[in-house]
């Protein structure tokens, strides 16, 4: 099994920064694509930044510019740094990656989530 376990969250006045660390731990081989997703209350999860074991990043419009997402392979852990926060950024945020523990396959897991609220 695998568990990733996100830090990192809180409440930040508007403007502010914070930095999110995503660490995958168990039975892993190697790490395909990480990637952040957010939900907010009475909202669907959403996509806001993936990146690849070869660092190609993808970002959700509405963070373009502002969030940067990266990744420590040697560490197994991925990071999303989040600068010029808003409050419509509040969410709850939730670390995703494609795990493979075996050479033949692989699969999908999701950590805890942590909460960033932004105050305006």
């Known amino acids: 099994q695998v568990q990733l376990v996100e830090s990192g969250g809180g409440l930040v006045q508007a403007g502010g920064s914070l930095r999110l660390s995503c660490v995958a731990s168990g039975r892993i081989v190697t790490i395909n694509d990480m990637g952040w997703y957010r939900q907010a209350p009475a909202k669907q999860r959403e996509l806001v930044a993936t990146i690849t074991s070869g660092g190609s990043t993808n970002y959700a419009d509405s963070v373009k510019g502002r969030f940067t997402v990266s990744r420590d392979n040697a560490k197994n852990t991925a990071y999303l740094q989040m600068n010029s926060l808003k409050p419509e950024d509040t969410a709850v945020y939730y670390c995703?990656?494609?795990?493979?523990?075996?050479?033949?396959?692989?699969?999908?897991?999701w950590g805890q989530g942590t909460q960033v609220t932004v105050s305006s």
């Open positions: 995703n990656a494609d795990v493979s523990s075996t050479w033949f396959d692989s699969y999908r897991y």
